[in-house]
């Protein structure tokens, strides 16, 4: 899943570090793997994107990521998300070849 974030400002990104930290056993949990490289956009060549960073975490069906996302466990620890981030899109994607 493409995860591209855009921090609030005043400790967003400081924020959104606690949330990873938080959320990492639930994530392993689930059978989840993040993709070792984490990204700071540049500007864009062409198009309009101007997200803080993005990143891919691979999850093993659509379905396994909602029951992660519907964890009372996770539950528990989503806000975190919610207060260090003003925006975000996460886009399912499937390998090409």
């Not at 400790?11 to 990873?20: A, F, L, P, T």
């Not at 056993?25 to 960073?53: H, N």
């Amino acid at each position: 899943m493409l995860n591209a974030l855009w921090f609030k400002p005043d400790g967003g990104r400081e924020k959104y570090i606690e949330y990873m930290q938080a959320a990492a056993p639930l994530t392993a949990k689930y059978g989840s793997k993040l993709v070792p490289t984490a990204l700071i956009p540049g500007t864009p060549i062409y198009g309009d994107f101007d997200a803080d960073l993005v990143f891919f975490v691979e999850w093993s069906s659509m379905a396994v990521f909602q029951q992660f996302a519907q964890d009372p466990e996770y539950q528990k620890i989503a806000h975190l998300r919610t207060e260090a981030i003003s925006k975000s899109i996460l886009v399912p994607c499937q390998a090409m070849f």
